[in-house]
């Protein structure tokens, strides 16, 4: 009996590092406590009403071993795994979700948008003049202004929007609940409060600005397309001289009746 028991709560720690990997640490932690103390119990009532040999003393570092044991490879099992999809789902730099998080992040909002009709945009976002800043500056003060930028970015965002670094000088963030116009506003006050931010690197200071172009997952019948949309106001943006936001011409006709 006492082997049995022994020979489970090996096996039960093998079933703690996978919940160790895959659910909250603390989840986990609790239930190896009560793995644990169930062991016990088990030893408990087999020893008081079945006659079974129990060695209490024996029992009680049997489960004390295995709950501290669990604890200590599940939080190295944990840690790997939380760095591992930090390494698979964040941009390495930034450390704001990259290209393929995001695109999981849209093509989801995109089918409950289409299921609940919620208002969601998309907000593409290209530093303006990006080559002359590293030609100037090296590829460090480049690399320094992206972080600049994912920074700030993210201080005008909620928490449950997301904001993805989409490849080179590009971001994308996806604003949920929140209409085209109303992202509009948003993404202006943060281009006026960058501009007001110049990043000091290496005792100069290097101004920094962006074009955004806007799109409503809404107003399309594919994540993809809206996506486009997006990429092409940001074009028009370019275009246009730079260091503003546009919507298109439907879009831009709603604000102005707002």
Request: with cysteine.
């Amino acid at each position: 009996m006492a082997d049995m028991r022994a020979t489970t709560l090996i096996c039960a720690m093998m079933a703690m590092s996978f919940l160790f990997a895959n659910s909250s640490f603390i989840y986990s932690l609790v239930l190896s406590f009560l793995v644990a103390s169930l062991y016990l119990l088990i030893g408990y009532i087999g020893g008081q009403y079945f006659s079974h040999p129990w060695s209490v003393s024996g029992d009680i570092i049997n489960a004390s071993s295995f709950f501290f044991s669990a604890v200590l490879i599940g939080y190295m099992v944990h840690t790997a795994t939380v760095q591992l999809r930090q390494q698979a789902y964040n941009d390495f730099l930034t450390k704001l979700l990259n290209r393929r998080a995001m695109s999981s992040f849209i093509e989801a909002e995109f089918q409950r948008s289409l299921r609940f009709n919620s208002p969601a945009t998309l907000v593409m976002m290209d530093l303006d003049d990006f080559k002359i800043i590293n030609d100037r500056f090296g590829h460090g003060g480049g690399d320094a202004v992206l972080v600049h930028v994912a920074k700030e970015l993210k201080q005008h965002l909620r928490g449950t929007d997301h904001l993805a670094r989409w490849g080179g000088e590009e971001f994308l963030a996806l604003l949920i609940g929140v209409s085209p116009q109303r992202a509009k506003f948003v993404v202006e006050r943060a281009l006026i409060q960058l501009g007001n931010k110049p990043l000091s690197y290496k005792e100069n200071s290097i101004k920094v600005s962006f074009s955004a172009g806007i799109s409503s997952l809404n107003e399309f019948d594919s994540a993809e397309a809206a996506i486009q949309e997006a990429d092409r106001m940001l074009y028009v943006a370019k275009k246009a001289g730079k260091n503003r936001v546009m919507l298109n011409a439907k879009l831009a006709l709603n604000l102005n009746q707002a």
